[in-house]
């Protein structure tokens, strides 16, 4: 079986904080480019980082000015997203995706290869 599950979503305030995680299994994630993206209502699904299986070079959609942080644990199989002084704006759900090319994940929202988690919610709301 082959699977990304996302967790760690949920509500938040304005300038509150979010680790979101997600877990690999059926395959080694240290060996592909994996990337967030996310989804608001009625919104394209766009990018929001990614990081690179060759070197760990990380991207980061430029809107976000530096209050997103994308990591990985290869020993865990799992990826991260710390997300922090957090705006009403960033709500969305947000997917977690596997890709063994980068420029899938960089430069688009993932093709037909991608495997892509179910989302998990993120509300940021006072």
């Known amino acids: 079986q082959v699977q990304l599950v996302e967790s760690g979503g949920g509500l938040v305030q304005p300038g509150g904080s979010l680790t979101l995680s997600c877990a690999a299994s059926g395959f080694t994630l240290d060996d592909y480019a994996v990337g967030w993206f996310r989804q608001a209502p009625g919104k394209e699904r766009e990018g929001v980082s990614c990081?690179?299986?060759?070197?760990?070079?990380?991207y980061y959609q430029g809107s976000l000015d530096g209050r997103f942080a994308i990591s990985k644990d290869n020993a865990k199989n799992t990826v991260y997203l710390q997300m922090n002084n957090l705006k009403p704006e960033d709500t969305a759900v947000y997917y977690c995706a596997a890709d063994r090319f980068l420029v899938s994940l960089r430069d688009s929202v993932g093709d037909e290869e991608t495997k892509w988690g179910q989302g998990t919610q993120v509300t940021v709301s006072s």
């Open positions: 990081i690179s299986s060759s070197d760990g070079t990380t």
